[in-house]
């Protein structure tokens, strides 16, 4: 058997509130402690961890002043200092306030959206005194329940604002962040402004800096609407927009669950492995999940080694796929070459295409054939399972 | 009462496979007769409608010989002429037959995507030879249930070429189509690639001429991801890419019902309406939409007016809201204004954000304002229910 | 235009909790203060409202003393005096202290399932005291994430043993309650043991005491699932077992909204009405639901408010729709009679069976028949619409 | 590595209908073609399949006469017994008819309620004829769209007369059967009556003899509503109502996929076998599945082949679940017993509800202990991934 402990190369991450979550729920009080952020810090280090990201609230409460907030930060620079650990990314807290109960960026009231555009700046200084070179927004409260508000049209341009804002607040100051969106379709709110990963690009296109501009998916959050995060993944690698990335896991069509990597759809989770290996991707490999609320704080640290642990047996597991000379063999067999069709297709010219149309094609035959795919899958899942 | 009876100026439009459905479905056989495509587009012109949509092979079968199809075609464009009746859009079937079984244009065989090229070729000249503005592309079939074939990112970008070949082959022929994608998460694959309109609108940023390419919203098919409809169509307005639509409707979480515009999500296909027409959407409205299998053929006759009523009783219902005073008066109140703040967060400059930064705001009093937003949701719904 | 203002005699009831709600959310703080029971009472009973319902904790904080809760007891049944408000259900709370996490009657711990049992005698004696005549079990904590702890099992035959104890308690103290189940899919749990209607009235069929128990199906509960609300009410009706009801509202497949009624589902919310209305459904019409987190407590009453008046509305439009003549002729030609067929199935005899199968059916013809029910649900929609 | 190769003591059965599967979809027109009922014995018989099942017109065409038909049954016959395989279950097709399409002993028309009721008792006599001990109600088109249809009520009520007439009749003609009722959420109606596996144990307990009626679960139908089909499963155990079951897989909220079994949910697919496994299940294990559409004949055989042996490597892993110490022992200390509360809690008496009411339980020290199931499912995950 391989060695499945972690080690920082491993690019592992997590955020303060993930393994800080203390068990709160909309039908129940909190069933942990808070854990101070340095702590959690220093137990990240023990566990091999690479990064840890934050909110600014997760380390600075709203309510504190300067001083404090200095005195905060201070403390969890020597924390991470300490540990090795370093903060691989930051955002900013727009949605547990009161005053965000109906939007930040997005709200109907102006005022409300000056002050969320504030809170992001100190938030981006804040980030930049860590060290964070990765900025994320998620906009959980950007959404609605009733739409007849009639908000929907001037709430994307109001985000659309906010992000041309920051972009070049970033610049100026010299922050040098990547920003990641993060999309998800519901919850809290009734529905979510840029629900999934395709809405988030396709909104980035409509940017002032688009260059600066990334996503940051979510398992559990495509998951929720029942699409497969696998093929977001790839859109967004595809696009060259993959800035972050946030494993999870989740049941479909169902509440935010935020469970540990590979809990629950353990062959997508494979082939997400399988995909971010294949393709360099060069970011963290971010864990943004928490241990079920049945747990106490041991059962925190066995959820956040699960989740390194899992994500290191699948890349093993994609190792073994690529050496496997059976399932090699369907796959070649899978991908029919076909040199001369393959030139007409790829480019238009008047040429190319005049001989396309006039190719005669075995329209019967191509469909007569079998693709092979149930018996890829089953080795596959054999692979998987360990028996082959 | 008003007069909720279709003119052709209110640009309905019918496909000729939704009025012509047979009634076949996965677990039974057809329970109506084929319609012929002459007698469609004379029953259609007489309820009003103004224009028709088509596949090639709803006009052509597939096996048809080049004679054959021109003597279809004839006749065809005779019953157009004859009814009023115009081609407002035309597309390819990619889906029907074997040889698309695992897909068009992504399929991993490299002479299956040729063909689809070839195929889409001819049905573009079909409906150039029709005067068809606006050509669709649906991806039923592009997708998978399999994605350890490892074809995802190459699907992608054989998608990119196929789009970018068509639209090179559309201006050198001088067809002068506007290209529209219109997505769906899964059905008849288990996982569609594109599968919502963001996914669409990321997509078209990657293409040679984005120009040229807009969206096809649906609406059961953004409905059966869960995802909010008009905030889909509101994205794609936003940004430009609204080029078609596709009304019906669907329950949520379920397999793909094409119902009758307006049977189930009421409120949302008003507020759907009022969204088209405030932004003066000058597009067809496009019913893909079937009636129920229950039904026969009167019953699809009903199943068609029923669409287009139900549109303009809506319709008429929009106008209500902008005329109802107490309505009016809580939107203004909801949309809270402030030109000091407003001017500073709209875009960016140095000075701006310093300003922004030193600005006291008060956010717990913010915070306690209530929206007005369960009064301006009752008074819609209670406008809808035809008692205010 | 009618009167659409409540009385107590339509029989409308809230939940302490539920105009109590004070918008906390899992990713934010409570946007409401607090209100005291006794307020709530005395608002309701201006409101007309018939009654009210409550958890133990709701009146009685879990850490009370017996002195604080007999002081506690006394000035809320003085408030229901002056308000003329009754207690129409009482339930308990088994879901938002931690000793609840992994369950109340399932908990895997033997200790914990008899805490729950313990905490339950208490509070149906508060509940008789304050005169309730249903006694609600809605297990919220009783499911589980990992089905791995092999519970599943026990944890039916644990359910059942105290559902068992409580109704021989209720009988022995002379409380008289009727025992109602809320059935509920997922949320806080992962998956929750009987999660739906009929799943509730399978395991009420292996009771001691069958008849002492029903159901309490909500409206939200079943559309979590997908599931027709409609549907399982009319089961819960059929088998004799509807002894309470939660109206709300909700969209499919996404986490609880707890909607005001009729704000998404409205086609559904009037089938609901009629329902209720023709099968004189003696119970009260029990709202369970919240204002949006948006509102301050001015939209909390509008949310009681509109729950109420859209009742009263649907109401009248299911007496217009047995009136309207078309609808009426439409349904009658629907429901084809046939006595002497209809003798035949409807019971079986030896004579019944050989006389059946001797029969010449015109299969072809019957299934030609189209049923007429798109124009059925187009006029019921107009109707909804008040546009006839 | 152990053997999975399939033997008839596994007891593993297929419908004529899934390895039939032809391969058509709402989109596309078959991939495949018929397979002769005899010639899929006798493959499945090489394959070490125990048994086969079929709906009457699987064998018998719907227009055949008495003549042909028994030509089809003696030729079946011969093939049974040639190849060693046994009918394990008969089932009427009561959907593909166009006379089916709004339903069949529960649609609004007499005549055709009728004739549903006769073709069943000829299936009834067809399945008895081939021996088959369990005989299944699918009712696919028992459901409606449109519930203004006003038949939801009556619905219930014929379904109940239908179930309790073939009842009869097979007592009295000695047929022995013991029916199952196999739920489905949807499709191909919008809505289907008896949704879900729960409504099917509630529906039973209303019939004349309920001893008779059981359940056919099947993991793609329940997995289509979101729910948790081993928490189903169990409560079907718990009932003494696991009468048969249907195997294979499904993604949540989305069309029936029918996929092979283990193809997706593979931990759920695991706890399924450990669950029939250790409650010593004695029913045949029923793929109800096929082969995807992209596959020829060869497929189709695999994925029979995939299907059984994953059941088999699932079950070798339940039996190392068993023998896995640490999971034993976090399971052991899971379950916290205590034989004097036990003992309280367990039944009623005043004695007992008098003790447990006075006993002094540490709620907040209970509620701090953590399940430790963080770790177990962790373990669980890597034994099915074959690490541990």
Known sequence: ??????????KFTFGLWTVGNIGRDPFGSPTRKPLDPEY???KLGELGVYGVSLHDNDLVPIE???AERNRMVKRFKKALEDSGVRVTMATTNLFADPVFKDGAFTNANAKIRAYALQKTLYSMDLGAELGAPTYVFWGGREGAEVDAGMNTLDAIAHYREAMNF????SQDQGYGYRFAIEPKPNEPRGDIYLPVVGAALG???TLDKPELFGLNPEF???TMAGLNFVHAVAQAIDAGKLFHIDLNDQKMGRFDQDLRFGAENIKEAFLLVKLLEDSNYPGVRHFDAHALRT???AGVWEFAKGCMRTYLILKEKATRFDKDKEIQAILKAYKVQDSGLGKLSKKYTRKNAETLKAHTFDRVGLGEQGAGLERLDQLTMELLLGVR
Chains 1, 2, 3, 4 share one sequence.
């Open 220 to 222: 559990a959050h495509e």
């Open 64 to 66: 504190a002043t300067p």
């Open 166 to 169: 920051v972009a070049e607040y």
């Open 203 to 205: 909104f980035i296109a």
């Open 40 to 42: 959690i810090v220093r």
């Open 1 to 10: 058997m391989a060695n499945y402990t972690p080690k920082p190369s491993d």
């Open 295 to 297: 747990e106490d704080e």
